[in-house]
């Protein structure tokens, strides 16, 4: 069974589109999370989001918008692409943290998004 | 803001060598460290982690890393890698902050020749 998965696992679309990539997490987990890794494979925190609080990374530009149908699903809506958002965008999740403390964190597979 | 860093890009060794893999962060703080490993083609798995208590921590496959809280460091280390052990590695730092997030370092590539 896939703890953390993410569709579709390779997204290629032209500039200036609207697109979503889908998160869904089937450990019981209440805080879900988005990483953008870029062609130097360096990660970068986007969104931390549970039922309560949304946490959003201060250099994420306002085209990115995550969206939560339920608890287990966090989707990654992007709005008018660009060349620059090229990249593997990473799903986690980890048990609550409203209650203080560090949780460990369970990766999807990444989604490859290319943007022509 | 918290920083963290991997002055390891690429490193190349030969099976049965040991491995070595250099993490600093700058956070003045209490902090908790991660080790994650990217398998080719595949998504991030944890190796290990530090909260607290020994300093010295062992994760899966054979791996340990040392937290050395006055050198701000916690590095990755091998006795002896294998083949199977080429991959990408990333140090992360969560530094207590709200929404539990994580900052990575650059990662380091590790390509064990057989």
């Known amino acids: 069974d896939t703890a953390v998965s993410q569709t579709p696992k390779y997204l290629v679309t032209q500039m200036g589109n609207d697109k979503s990539i889908k998160c869904e997490q089937n450990l019981g987990h209440d805080t879900m999370y988005w990483y953008k890794q870029d062609s130097k494979k360096f990660l970068k925190i986007m969104f931390s989001y549970n039922n309560k609080e949304l946490i959003i990374n201060e250099t994420v530009p306002n085209r990115f918008s995550p969206k939560s149908p339920d608890k287990a699903h966090l989707n990654l809506h992007i709005n008018s692409l660009e060349l620059g958002d090229s990249a593997v965008y990473f799903c986690?999740?980890?048990?609550?943290?409203?209650?203080?403390?560090?949780?460990?964190?369970?990766f999807g597979p990444g989604t490859r998004l290319t943007v022509l | 803001a918290q920083s963290v860093s991997q002055h390891n890009h690429h490193v190349i060794l030969s099976e049965a060598a040991s491995l070595e893999l250099g993490c600093n962060y700058s956070y003045g703080g209490t902090v908790n460290l991660f080790w994650y490993v990217q398998y080719p083609g595949q998504h991030l798995q944890l190796l290990l982690k530090?909260?607290?208590?020994?300093?010295l921590v062992k994760g899966i496959k054979g791996f340990e890393a040392e937290f050395i809280k006055s050198k701000f460091s916690f590095n990755l280390r091998k006795p002896s890698v294998q083949w199977s052990d080429t991959a990408e590695y990333f140090c992360a730092v969560n530094a207590g902050n709200a929404g539990n997030m994580l900052t990575f370092g650059g990662g380091t590539r590790l390509m064990v020749k057989p």
């Open positions: 530090y909260f607290s208590g020994d300093p």
């Open positions: 986690a999740s980890s048990q609550d943290v409203a209650a203080g403390g560090t949780k460990q964190q369970f």
